[in-house]
């Protein structure tokens, strides 16, 4: 008797799942404005609201609202210490309310300024690891009451949005992050070379490559043995500095290049993560040839 609602069930996941694989933009209020939608269709709900949370305010907003009530509930807050879904946000707790008119915590108001008939309501907490996003709220399934199944689908479907969207949003900051050092790298006038644990290299910036006479389009990734074959000395150093953990400060080496002896002075440093892993050995380095004459 449950084949045709697990059925529904599983081509509407593969249509959410098809549907936060495909996100590009992490505009929270389209994708899940978009999640209403898909959600209201297979829990068959007479209405939907996506509730927006401002913390500013300590307010839900209904940023997207489906139903015939929608003109009347869209652009009005609800106080986060009122109502179901005050009650969802506050407690970061989902629920399922079999009939709307027993529970106290329903805002009959709501319905008598709408004309809207609430019956039941499933409603459901967005969040953040801890940061509270918002709440989803569907009204009135249409043959019967929403279920313990319903509800299961409802969380997997909003924790597959999370998701997409904290990838996303991880992605644009290590962007961001990664231009920003990219364009500190580039205006250095000395060399930056760093290596990962398994000694490849993962930045060079375009003085080092100068100072080292090294090609421009040597490719990342590379070995560093292998990139720096005609200064194996400089590759030495960053190899010893990734096993020994230890680094040094104002050093001088030299080496030969094309018959032409040269000085460098370079420091070193230990790469970590923010929980303190090593992962890789960097060097800073300056030509300073002409200074010694």
């Not at 080092?208 to 194996?232: C, F, G, K, N, Y």
Request: aromatic share 6%; proline share 4%; with cysteine.
């Amino acid at each position: 008797m449950n084949t045709p609602l697990r059925i529904s069930f599983l081509e509407a996941l593969y249509d959410i799942m098809d549907f936060v694989q495909g996100l590009r933009d992490a505009d929270e209020d389209k994708v899940f404005g978009r999640l209403v939608e898909k959600l209201s269709v297979v829990m068959e709900a007479e209405a939907a609201t996506y509730y927006s949370y401002l913390p500013s305010k300590r307010q839900l907003f209904p940023s997207y609202v489906l139903g015939s009530a929608a003109r009347e509930v869209a652009g009005t807050g609800v106080d986060i210490r009122t109502g179901i879904c005050g009650w969802v946000a506050t407690h970061r707790e989902p629920l399922i309310i079999e009939d709307a008119y027993k529970d106290k915590r329903f805002l009959r108001e709501v319905d008598s300024v709408t004309g809207f008939k609430t019956r039941s309501v499933l409603a459901v907490p967005l969040c953040d690891r801890l940061e509270l996003l918002g709440v989803i709220q569907l009204l009135n399934k249409r043959n019967g009451v929403f279920t313990s199944e319903d509800l299961r689908f409802v969380r997997a479907a909003c924790e597959l949005a999370n998701s997409a969207l904290r990838l996303l949003r991880l992605e644009s900051t290590m962007d961001k992050v990664a231009s920003r050092n990219a364009s500190i790298l580039e205006s250095l006038s000395g060399g930056f070379i760093a290596i990962d644990t398994h000694g490849r290299i993962m930045l060079m910036n375009p003085a080092a490559r100068r100072i080292l006479a090294l090609p421009a389009d040597l490719p990342l990734s590379t070995p560093v043995e292998q990139a720096l074959m005609h200064a194996p000395k400089v590759a030495d150093i960053l190899l010893d500095t990734l096993a020994s953990r230890k680094t040094v400060k104002r050093q001088e080496l030299g080496w030969t290049h094309q018959e032409q002896s040269r000085t460098l002075g370079y420091s070193t440093i230990l790469i970590q993560d923010p929980q303190g892993e090593i992962t890789g050995a960097g060097i800073t380095f300056q030509d300073l040839t002409n200074v010694k004459k």
